[in-house]
C-alpha cells in the first residue's frame, strides 16, 4: 500500500524523487482564524492559498491541549498513555518510542528545526541533524521583565532565548517573545530551504504566535479595530463551574468576569499575531518556489491545540470545547486533491503515520496514529467513528460523528453536547431525559476505552 501510493503521488505529479516535507506549526490557533475556511474578518491569505492548493480536515483534535503533551503525541504518534507525557505526576517520556524526525533521518531525509522547541531533550536528541533559529529556555539571566498589549506583566516565554542546539545564546535576537519574533522564524527557516539539499528534507517549522504574551507586531497596530470585532457566537462572562483549570495561569490573563470589550480588544492583538504569521508563512512558501522546491514538497500545517479567547467565558487552551480541542489542519502537496475538506475524525498524531505513507516509509510499529492517506487518495473517507481526548486529571471526552460527552472526574459532572444542531456548544443536554440513553451509551464507550488505555482516572460511575 505504502509503495502503490506513493507512486500514484508521484505519478500524478509527474516526479520522480521522494518529496520533501515542510511542516509548520502554530501555537495556540483556533480552528476558526482562517479566512479561507470561514473567518471573513481575519486576514489570511498565504494559509488561505495552502486551503486552495491541498485538503483541509475540519475535525482535526489535538487530544491533550497543553503545548508539552500536544507536541510529544505529534512527535511520537502516540497517545500520552502510551508516550508516557500524560498530566501532572505522570510526565516521563517513554525513551523507546522512536520519534517522527528519527525516522524521516533513518530514510535518508535531511531533517531540519526551526522555532520553538518544548519537549524534553534537544533536536539532536530527537533525529534532527541540524537547527535554525531555535528558540527555549534557559536565557533566565538575560531576562527583563516585560509587558503585554494590556500593560500587563508578561507571564510566559519568560528566560526562552534563541540559541544552538548545545546551547549556545543570542540574547542579542531578544530574549522572550518579541512583537517580531515570527519573521526570524522564518528567516531561520528560508535560509534552511536556500541551501537545496540534493536528498529530500523534513523542514520542521515551529511558531510561537499566536501564543501569548500577545505583543503587536510591527506595522500591525490599526490591522484590526477593537471595537468591530465580533464576539465569539458562545462569548460567556464567565464560565458556569470550575473545568478544573480556574487558577491557571492562562485563566488569569483577563479578570472575572470577562467583559465584551476585552474580549474584543484581545481578539483584535490575537488575530494581528495570526496575520502577522501568515505574511512570514508566505515568505517561506515563496523561498519554496523560487527555489524550485513546491512541487515536489509535502507542506503541513496545523496548531498544537486551540484557545478559548472569551468562548465560554474562558481565556486557556485546558478545555474539551470545539475552539480549543480542534486545530487547524492542512495537507498540501503533489497528488494531494486540492480545494479539498474533510469532516473524518482524526487526531494531530494521524500526521507522523500520513507522512510515512505519503513518502513510502515504514510506519513504526509503536505509532497508535492512524494514516490519512487512504482519505487523500479518495481511498476512504473516514479512518475512525470516535475520538477521545483528555486533561491532566480533571477533563476526558468522548466524540463522534454527532455527539461529544465531556466528563469531569473530579467534580462528578458531565456535559453532553448535539454538535450536528449545536456546533458552537450552548445548548447541555445532559440533565434531560430525552438523552438519557445518548449519554449511558456514550460513557460506557468512555470507560472501555479508559480501561484499554489503562487510564489512572478510572473514576466513571455507570
Known sequence: MRSTLLGFLMCVSGLSAKPNVLFILSDDQRPDTIHALGNKIIETPNLDRLVKSGTTFTRAHCVNPLCVPSRVEIFTGTSGFKNGVLMRGRNKLNEKIPFWPQVMKQ??????????????????????????????????KYWKPKVDYKGDEVTGYRGWIFQTDDRKLFPEKGVGLTPDISRKFADAAIELLNRKPKKPFFLQVNFTAPHDPLLMPPGMKDKYDPMKMPLPKNYRPRHPFDHGNFNGRDEKMLPWPRTKAAIRRNLAVYYSVITDMDAQIGRILDALKKNGQDKNTIVLFSSDHGLATGSHGL????????????????????????????????????????????????????????????????????????????????????????????????????????????????????????????????????????????????????
Not at 518544548?118 to 541533524?129: K, V
Open 107 to 140: 530514510a535518508g531525509y535531511h531533517t531540519w528545526y526551526v522555532g520553538k522547541w518544548h519537549t524534553a531533550g534537544r533536536p539532536s536528541t530527537r533525529g534532527f541533524s541540524d537547527v535554525n533559529g531555535l528558540f527555549s529556555g534557559g536565557g533566565g
Open 315 to 462: 481565556m486557556g487552551k485546558q478545555n474539551m470545547y470545539e475552539h480549543t480541542i480542534l486545530v487547524p489542519m492542512i495537507v498540501s502537496g503533489p497528488g494531494i486533491p486540492k480545494g479539498a475538506k474533510s469532516e473524518a475524525l482524526c487526531y494531530l498524531r494521524d500526521l507522523f503515520p500520513t507522512v510515512c505513507e505519503l513518502t513510502g516509509l515504514q510506519i513504526p510499529t509503536s505509532v497508535e496514529g492512524k494514516s490519512l492517506a487512504p482519505i487523500l487518495s479518495g481511498k476512504a473517507k473516514s479512518v475512525r467513528d470516535r475520538v477521545f481526548c483528555y486533561f491532566n486529571d480533571c477533563q476526558r471526552m468522548i466524540r463522534n460523528e454527532r455527539w461529544k460527552l465531556i466528563h469531569y472526574p473530579k467534580i462528578k459532572r458531565d456535559q453532553l453536547f448535539d454538535l450536528k444542531n449545536d456546533p458552537d456548544e450552548l445548548v447541555e443536554l445532559s440533565q434531560l431525559k430525552k438523552y438519557r440513553k445518548t449519554k449511558e451509551k456514550l460513557k460506557s464507550q468512555l470507560r472501555e476505552w479508559q480501561r484499554k488505555v489503562k487510564d489512572p482516572l478510572l473514576s466513571l460511575k455507570k
